[in-house]
């Protein structure tokens, strides 16, 4: 990070946004008083929630218990009140499936191991999920886009086969700006959307081929984020409508099935970037068995609220993740993912902006409520999220907005503050003037064809019409954290963190958060999207 000292600066004061948005009412103006962020409360809580005592707080284990319990406990001595009617907690239902990670994918003549060369998972829930002689087709980017004029399931039929799919999108791989978004990841370029197109389309599996660029993050993660056990909501019928196999390949083992069938990956890929591409059978059949243990139980996330006092059933909310990826068993022995960046700073952040809103409102109530969610399972899927996006808290149509934080800066503060897309919701206007009052520049996201803003619990209420904004900071600042901690065992507490950057952004978010607390605007979404059509209707 670029600067140098942590700027002393008053309370960040409101000003107006724009013409369109309503001014706020005088008895609502904010104390000039400086915001006191207390760095040894962070670092207790990080300490905390990242040590191994709470085994790297996994769903459904002792660590989330702890956790939980921890978080709850927090807000009650805060004097926040329950979020959840008259419990800290919103039960989640879940299914915890841990596939025997000793299978093996056979396609043709070849056998490829789990973990070394490919992964595979199921958000179905059965003991056994199988493919038998399941024909392959290759399908480019697997993506049906009206609006982009792109669809790369036209004329074929992959109800029951598996097909194989290229990361990210059209856009990032010729850099043309012309062509989806350019460089800026979209949603279709998320292995979240390719697997719920593929499902809508029948296919029985989908296979992402991992190359790192386009997928941001190396082979590693992908390793560690899809084995072990992964969780998903639960339907009443056992989510049948879900995609059976859900799966990643190494690129030398697409290379290996496509030149079987004759075929080379690269002049496949150039053939992807045409809007005519066409489909093509890769004349092998994939058989794969995934052997399932399966546990049900309720995950939870904890919930805790400042009640508004003019208008309390309209909701400012700030989230964090409290889960990560908890322990995992290894021949080497146990193997702890405290997570201490990615998300026990986020969640201590809660905490902390907690504290400092609740004395903020005992000097002057807030008119609208503030309600802080910490939502479990975000690393395997946004399923916390996911449940509270249903609305059976809230309606999303009385959320405001929602400020999410997903790993924060610990180390110096710095002259900037990143933002996640462009041009996507008038929530970006608050960020630019809260980061004016703090002599902070905005600065885009560096890396957008990593489509952070689809990556993070945020998006769950995006998806129903919620404008959010993410803070998030993990590689801009620590250049090896990407490489050697995100998502590894490497990513533990340090004492030594000055946490300068995480207190310039809790004051950021405090005041953003204050000022949406007491005035009267509804941030609107500005680009057209599903997203802004679904505001559109909650606000009628």
């Not at 004349?283 to 049900?296: D, I, M, P, R």
């Not at 905005?442 to 769950?460: A, C, E, I, T, Y």
Request: charged share 20%; with cysteine.
């Amino acid at each position: 990070m670029k600067l140098n000292i942590l700027l002393p600066f008053a309370l960040l004061s409101l000003i107006s946004l724009s013409a369109c948005q309503q001014a706020e009412q005088p008895s609502s103006a904010p104390s000039l008083a400086k915001v006191e962020v207390n760095l040894t409360n962070l670092h207790r809580d990080i300490k905390a929630l990242a040590s191994d005592e709470f085994a790297g707080r996994g769903p459904l284990t002792v660590g989330e218990d702890l956790t939980i319990a921890y978080l709850a406990k927090q807000y009650q001595a805060l004097g926040l009140m329950p979020g959840n009617q008259e419990s800290y907690y919103q039960a989640v239902p879940m299914a915890k499936v841990t596939a025997d990670q000793s299978m093996q994918l056979v396609v043709g003549e070849h056998t490829f191991s789990a973990g070394r060369d490919f992964t595979a998972r199921t958000q179905q829930v059965g003991e056994t999920i199988s493919l038998v002689d399941s024909e392959l087709v290759f399908v480019g980017y697997g993506i049906n886009a009206p609006e982009y004029q792109w669809n790369d399931y036209a004329d074929v039929d992959v109800k029951g086969k598996t097909v194989v799919v290229l990361v990210n999108d059209p856009g990032f791989a010729t850099q043309d700006q012309a062509l989806f978004t350019g460089n800026a990841m979209t949603y279709y370029g998320r292995w979240t959307y390719k697997y719920e197109e593929a499902a809508r389309q029948g296919a029985k599996a989908v296979f992402i081929i991992h190359q790192t660029a386009p997928a941001a993050y190396p082979w590693s993660v992908v390793e560690s984020s899809n084995t072990g056990s992964k969780y998903t909501l639960v339907d009443n019928d056992n989510n049948q409508s879900k995609l059976p196999i859900m799966g990643w390949i190494q690129q030398q083992v697409a290379e290996t099935i496509f030149s079987a069938a004759g075929l080379s990956l690269n002049e496949l890929q150039a053939l992807a970037l045409r809007r005519d591409f066409s489909a093509i059978d890769l004349q092998q059949s994939a058989n794969l068995t995934l052997n399932n243990k399966v546990e049900y139980a309720e995950s939870n996330n904890v919930l805790a609220m400042i009640p508004g006092e003019s208008r309390a059933d309209e909701y400012i909310v700030i989230g964090a993740h409290w889960d990560h990826f908890g322990t995992k068993q290894t021949e080497q022995g146990a193997k702890i993912y405290n997570g201490a960046i990615d998300n026990a700073t986020g969640t201590a952040a809660t905490v902390e902006l907690a504290r400092i809103l609740m004395a903020q409102h005992k000097v002057k109530p807030f008119q609208r409520s503030i309600l802080f969610v910490n939502f479990t399972a975000e690393e395997t899927g946004l399923i916390g999220s996911e449940l509270f996006a249903l609305g059976g808290v809230v309606p999303t149509k009385n959320m405001v907005a929602l400020l999410n934080i997903d790993g924060m800066n610990a180390l110096a503060a710095v002259d900037y503050i990143l933002q996640y897309g462009q041009g996507m919701s008038e929530m970006e206007t608050y960020l630019a003037d809260a980061a004016a009052q703090q002599q902070r520049k905005v600065k885009m996201d560096p890396r957008p064809q990593n489509g952070l803003f689809f990556r993070s619990d945020h998006f769950s209420l995006a998806k129903q019409g919620v404008p959010s904004l993410l803070f998030m900071s993990l590689g801009d600042t620590d250049p090896d954290y990407i490489a050697h901690k995100y998502h590894k065992e490497a990513d533990d507490y340090s004492p030594l963190w000055s946490l300068g950057g995480m207190e310039q952004d809790i004051q950021l978010i405090a005041a953003i958060a204050r000022k949406l607390a007491n005035n009267d605007d509804w941030p609107k979404w500005l680009a057209d999207s599903d997203f802004k059509s679904r505001r559109l209707q909650d606000r009628q």
